[in-house]
């Protein structure tokens, strides 16, 4: 079975309304019978899917539903809570820590490692204190802009306080101009009206 993993991340909601989102994902879905109330993996929780087409059909055979500063729990009576604490921190990159970054003003890019990175690992290190004052300052053109307006061109990189891995595949269609149907419908599915969750393909 594939290990590869795809998760959307919401790079716009406040971290104050991201477990919110999370718990009405979850209880839509579990509603629907699409997953199943239980997390598989105390560790590392996601939710096994269920007899679902769509999800069958893009390869998708578990989700895991993050918000940031939050963890899953079982509740004792076959479902689970979302309660306060834990790891989840709102990057999202391949395990490697590997990844490159696009500045949003002159199209730079930006990687760990790269001459003029200390100020995007600054920012990363920011944002898990202070989200809302993690901003890079370009090496190129010295604009300064908030580290959730760059992005990866080969999707491997995002922040935010909201997100959703499907465990099972790399979903490419998801990163289509729009014209994909069935990417179209997952990503509604999922609660992504307005396809506007930034893709980020990473391995599990
Ligand atoms: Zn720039």
């Known amino acids: ?9 919401d ?7 991201a477990a919110a989102a999370a718990v009405e994902l979850y209880r839509r879905l579990v509603g629907e019978g699409s997953i199943a109330p239980l997390p598989s993996n105390p560790s590392d929780p996601c939710f096994p899917v269920l007899d679902d087409p769509l999800f069958a059909e893009s390869g998708v055979r578990a989700i895991g539903l993050h918000a940031s500063g939050h963890r899953w729990r079982e509740d004792g009576t076959g479902g689970a809570v979302l309660i306060d604490g834990g790891r989840e921190n709102g990057i999202f990159c391949p ?9 949003p003003e002159c199209n730079q890019p930006l990687a760990p490692g790269d001459d003029g990175s200390e100020a995007l690992e600054e920012a990363l290190a920011v ?14 053109c010295a604009n300064w802009t908030p580290l959730t307006q760059w992005r990866s061109p080969g999707h491997d990189f995002a922040v935010g306080h909201f997100a959703i891995t499907l ?21 509604h599915r999922l609660g992504d009206l307005a396809s506007d969750y930034t893709v980020v393909f990473a391995r599990g």
Do not use: K, N, Q
């Open 127 to 140: 944002w898990c204190e202070a989200p809302d004052s993690a901003y890079v300052a370009c090496p190129s």
């Open 167 to 187: 465990y099972g595949a790399h979903v490419r269609s998801l990163t289509g101009a729009g014209a994909d149907h069935a990417a179209t419908l997952l990503r």
């Open 95 to 103: 395990y490697d820590g590997s990844f490159c970054i696009r500045c």
């Open 1 to 9: 079975m594939s290990d590869a993993t795809t998760i959307l991340v």
């Open 11 to 17: 790079t716009e909601l406040e971290r104050d309304d």
